[in-house]
C-alpha cells in the first residue's frame, strides 16, 4: 500500500462532515469516497479496495457498530476510525472491542484527523510487512528483531533478555502492531487456554516486558494501554 495515494471511505450522514472530511484528505492526496448511510458503506467497502474506513456511529439504517462488524466479517485488516459526537469510555471500548483502530471524537480539528489517518495508515503498512515477515517466523517492527524459530529478541543495542513468557507476550503484541488487544485476547494467544490466570496477570507481566525494553535502551512506552481495555504495540 502506498500512503500517500490510499483510497479512503468516509461515512456520515452528514454533509458537512463528509465534506470536510473529504476537502482536507484531498488536500493530503488522498483518494475519498463518501457513503451516507450504513448499507451503502457496507457495498462500497464490499467492491472497493480500501485502505482505511472513517466510520460514524450514528448512521441512518444500520449503525456504525454494525457496519464495522460486517466489514470485519470480510475485510479484517482494513483499519476503521470511528467518529462520534458520544465521547464515553464505555463507547470507545464498545468501538475497539467489535473491532474499530481508533476513536476521533466530534468536534475534531484538521490536524487531529489528518494526524489520526496518516497513523492508522502507517500501522496498517506496518502490519502487512509483519505478515508478510511472519512466513519466515521473523517479526521487526519499531527496531525490535523477534526470530520465533531461534527464540531470540533484539534491537540495535543488542540482545533483549526475557523469560518464555515475556517472550511469547512481545511476539503477540508485535504480530498485531498498531492493533488493541484485550487482555483477554493476550491470555488466550500469549498464555494459552490451558492456563488458568487472571486478566490482572497480564499487567504484571506488561510492566515487567516495559522494564525490560528500557533496560535493553527501548523506549517502555511502544506498548501503550488503551485505557479499560488492553495494549496495543505502537509502530513508529
Same mark, same amino acid.
Given at each position: 500500500?502506498?500512503?500517500?495515494?490510499?483510497?479512503?471511505?468516509?461515512?456520515?450522514?452528514?454533509?458537512?462532515?463528509?465534506?470536510?472530511?473529504?476537502?482536507?484528505?484531498?488536500?493530503?492526496?488522498?483518494?475519498?469516497?463518501?457513503?451516507?448511510?450504513?448499507?451503502?458503506?457496507?457495498?462500497?467497502?464490499?467492491?472497493?479496495?480500501?485502505?482505511?474506513?472513517?466510520?460514524?456511529?450514528?448512521?441512518?439504517?444500520?449503525?456504525?457498530?454494525?457496519?464495522?462488524?460486517?466489514?470485519?466479517?470480510?475485510?479484517?485488516?482494513?483499519?476503521?476510525?470511528?467518529?462520534?459526537?458520544?465521547?464515553?469510555? /464505555?463507547? $470507545?471500548?464498545? @468501538?475497539?472491542?467489535?473491532?474499530? *483502530?481508533?476513536? #476521533?471524537?466530534?468536534?475534531? +480539528?484538521?490536524?487531529? =484527523?489528518?494526524?489520526?489517518?496518516?497513523?492508522?495508515?502507517?500501522?496498517?503498512?506496518?502490519?502487512?510487512?509483519?505478515?508478510?515477515?511472519?512466513?519466515?517466523?521473523?517479526?521487526?517492527?519499531?527496531?525490535?528483531?523477534?526470530?520465533?524459530?531461534?527464540?531470540?529478541?533484539?534491537?540495535?543495542?543488542?540482545?533483549?533478555?526475557?523469560?518464555?513468557?515475556?517472550?511469547?507476550?512481545?511476539?503477540? /503484541?508485535? $504480530?498485531?502492531? @498498531?492493533?488493541?488487544?484485550?487482555? *483477554?485476547?493476550? #491470555?488466550?494467544?500469549?498464555? +494459552?487456554?490451558?492456563? =488458568?490466570?487472571?486478566?490482572?496477570?497480564?499487567?504484571?507481566?506488561?510492566?515487567?516486558?516495559?522494564?525490560?525494553?528500557?533496560?535493553?535502551?527501548?523506549?517502555?512506552?511502544?506498548?501503550?494501554?488503551?485505557?479499560?481495555?488492553?495494549?496495543?504495540?505502537?509502530?513508529?
Amino acid at each position: 500500500m502506498n500512503e500517500q495515494n490510499a483510497r479512503i471511505l468516509a461515512v456520515d450522514d452528514e454533509p458537512s462532515i463528509t465534506d470536510f472530511v473529504s476537502y482536507n484528505l484531498q488536500k493530503e492526496g488522498y483518494i475519498v469516497d463518501i457513503a451516507t448511510d450504513g448499507d451503502s458503506a457496507v457495498k462500497m467497502a464490499s467492491e472497493n479496495p480500501y485502505d482505511l474506513v472513517i466510520l460514524d456511529v450514528m448512521l441512518p439504517g444500520i449503525d456504525g457498530y454494525e457496519v464495522c462488524r460486517r466489514i470485519r466479517a470480510s475485510h479484517s485488516t482494513i483499519p476503521v476510525l470511528f467518529l462520534s459526537a458520544r465521547n464515553t469510555e /464505555l463507547d $470507545k471500548v464498545v @468501538g475497539l472491542e467489535i473491532g474499530g *483502530d481508533d476513536y #476521533l471524537a466530534k468536534p475534531f +480539528g484538521v490536524r487531529e =484527523l489528518i494526524a489520526r489517518v496518516k497513523a492508522l495508515l502507517r500501522r496498517s503498512a506496518q502490519t502487512e510487512s509483519v505478515a508478510a515477515e511472519q512466513d519466515t517466523g521473523i517479526l521487526d517492527v519499531s527496531g525490535i528483531r523477534l526470530d520465533e524459530g531461534a527464540h531470540t529478541a533484539e534491537s540495535e543495542n543488542g540482545p533483549i533478555d526475557l523469560t518464555p513468557r515475556e517472550f511469547e507476550l512481545l511476539a503477540t /503484541l508485535l $504480530k498485531h502492531a @498498531g492493533k488493541v488487544l484485550s487482555r *483477554d485476547q493476550l #491470555l488466550r494467544d500469549a498464555w +494459552g487456554w490451558e492456563y =488458568l490466570v487472571e486478566t490482572k496477570t497480564v499487567d504484571t507481566h506488561v510492566k515487567r516486558l516495559r522494564d525490560k525494553l528500557l533496560a535493553a535502551g527501548i523506549d517502555p512506552g511502544l506498548i501503550e494501554t488503551v485505557r479499560g481495555y488492553g495494549y496495543r504495540f505502537k509502530v513508529v
